[in-house]
C-alpha cells in the first residue's frame, strides 16, 4: 500500500512563492504519471498540475500555467511544485496522487495566500 505524505504548505503573501513536497513509499511511484491537486473549503477536489511518469511531460489548466511547475525525482520517490506568483484563489489544501486510480490520500498540506 502506497502511502503518500505532503509537506511545504504555508502562509504568503499575494505575490509569494512556495514549494511543496510529496514522498510516496514503495516501488510503484516512478510506474505512474502523478499530479498534484488542491481542495478549497467548499469546494471540489481540482487537479492543477500532472507529469509524466518519466518527469519529460507537464500539464497546467489555465488557472496556474505560467505560474507553477511540477517536477519528480523517481530515484527518491518525491513529488513537487513550485508555485510562483501566489493569489488568494491558490488557498486550498495541497495534495498528490496517482492520475487514474488514486492511492489512499495522504493529509494534505494547507497552503494560504493573504495579507
Known amino acids: 500500500q502506497v502511502q503518500l505524505v505532503e509537506s511545504g504548505g504555508g502562509l504568503v503573501e499575494p505575490g509569494g512563492s512556495l514549494r511543496l513536497s510529496c514522498t510516496a513509499s514503495?516501488?510503484?511511484?516512478?510506474?505512474?504519471?502523478m499530479g498534484w491537486y488542491r481542495q478549497a473549503p467548499g469546494k471540489q477536489r481540482e487537479l492543477v498540475a500532472r507529469i509524466s511518469s518519466s518527469g519529460f511531460s507537464a500539464n497546467y489548466p489555465d488557472s496556474v500555467k505560467g505560474r507553477f511547475t511540477i517536477s519528480r525525482d523517481n530515484a527518491k520517490n518525491t513529488l513537487s511544485l513550485q508555485m510562483n506568483s501566489l493569489k488568494p484563489d491558490d488557498t486550498a489544501v495541497y495534495y498528490c496522487n496517482a492520475i487514474g486510480g488514486p492511492w489512499p490520500w495522504g493529509q494534505g498540506t494547507q497552503v494560504t495566500v493573504s495579507i
Open positions: 514503495g516501488s510503484l511511484f516512478s510506474s505512474r504519471d
